[in-house]
């Protein structure tokens, strides 16, 4: 099945600061979701992006089918932002999405 | 729309008993997923429903685990003879998949299982 590897695993940032989360997944994929989980367990939908770029307010994800990897970067970080984010890719059968660990963002004020 | 709903938000039982969880999912959402995260971990998908028909399911999905979707609305978990392994969060996710409309799956709360 295919294998999704996310980095970095941790990550500290003052407020203000900019990151970039990188996943990387092991076969090709035709949907893949971003979401960040909140420190009491929801999972929220932040991007549905197979391919291509797309932005929402402070945060914009890129997906390159291709290349096998998606980013998602975040601006001018606030402590709101703090929590797990994960990519998903779907699988081959286009049903279950696969979850790699995550990155766990810690912002301070 | 008032989003995925799961009951209850917390269930702690002892080793051996049987729990049930319910999923709501969204309105009109025809698939409805369960996952179960343990900690530190992503959610691991456990089974899928299209409508009421279950379509596939994880070897993650031991015989002790059952889940049903009847009348393609809300759907059930059940674990029996609970074991201290099954300590998780167990998440339920819906979407709509159409033709023309994109397969985007969205989460409930969870429910936190505990097994002392």
């Known amino acids: 099945g295919i294998q999704v590897e996310q980095s970095p695993p941790d990550l500290i940032l003052q407020e203000g600061a900019n990151s970039t989360l990188r996943c990387n997944f092991s076969d090709s994929v035709n949907n893949l979701q971003w979401f960040h989980q909140n420190p009491w367990g929801q999972l929220i939908n932040l991007f549905y992006i197979p391919s291509g770029t797309k932005q929402n307010g402070r945060l914009s994800a890129t997906t390159v089918a291709t290349e096998r990897y998606s980013l998602l970067y975040i601006s001018s970080s606030q402590t709101t932002d703090s929590g797990v984010y994960f990519c998903?890719?779907?699988?081959?059968?286009?049903?279950?999405?696969?979850f790699g660990k995550g990155t766990t963002l810690s912002v301070s004020s | 729309d008032t989003g995925v709903s799961q009951d209850p938000r917390h269930k702690i039982t002892k080793r051996g008993q049987n729990v049930t969880f319910r999923c709501d999912p969204i309105s009109e959402h025809n698939r409805l997923y369960w996952y179960r995260q343990t900690l530190g971990q992503g959610p691991e998908f456990l089974t899928y429903?299209?409508?009421?028909?279950?379509?596939?399911k994880s070897r993650l999905l031991s015989d002790r685990f059952s889940a049903e979707r009847p009348k393609g609305s809300f759907s059930t978990l059940e674990i029996q003879r609970t074991e201290q392994g099954d300590s998780a969060m167990y998440l339920c996710?819906?979407?709509?998949?159409?033709?023309?409309?994109?397969?985007?799956?969205?989460f409930g709360p969870g429910t936190r299982l505990t097994v002392t």
């Open positions: 429903f299209q409508n009421e028909a279950q379509l596939e």
């Open positions: 998903a890719p779907r699988n081959q059968a286009g049903t279950a999405l696969i």
């Open positions: 996710a819906s979407s709509l998949a159409t033709l023309v409309v994109r397969d985007e799956q969205y």
